[in-house]
């Protein structure tokens, strides 16, 4: 298929539909529960309705919104109960490939980049940037999970971790100082350097363990029961 093929224009349209509308719900720009017409979509994309529709349905697939009747899409909520069933999933997941890095050795440039993530971590706590924080924790479980070769595994921590993504950013400001968990960030990137797979696999489990019981309790005591 050439570059001037009229379905590789059209795939690209595609493509870039679903990013943009993607991060829009990711980045809470769409409510939970707002609901939009294709039209709508594409006149704020500047797109026609066809890269739109075949957008929503990846979406959809993937558990970020429904396809409602007259040809739009709502925002669908995350319920406490997604939150414990999508961490259990990455607590496991994630252990495992902390074992398999760490069994394989990081590159100089894997480990480059876990430590500068944790880095960022730490000055963004000094700042006091929640936000910026966030940034630089989802770059270090990115280069993590991006470390390791089996690639369905990948795609399937990315897809439970994007699920998680918003209830994240939207809890971020109830969440204690993340000071202890930038910490562990650190004992992690130690053990998969000194290629200490079950210890990498004990930290980062407990890691996540303690985030999901965090979350859990944050969402119980302020009464969130759908983000």
Known sequence: MSETDPRATAATRSEQAYVALKRRVLDNEFPVGSFFLEQELADLLEMSRTPIREALVRLANEGFVEIRPRHGMRVLPISATDMREIYTILTALEAEVAA??????????????????????????????RKAWAVADERFHRCLVGASANQRLRAVILQFWEQAHRVRMLTLRLRPKPVKSTQEHHELVDALEAREPERARQIHRVHRETAANMLAEILSSNGLTNL
Not at 101 to 117: S, W
């Open 100 to 129: 398999e890095v760490a069994t394989r050795g990081l590159t100089g440039d894997e480990l480059a980049a876990l430590r500068q993530a944790v880095d960022d971590m730490e000055a963004a706590l000094t700042d006091d940037d």
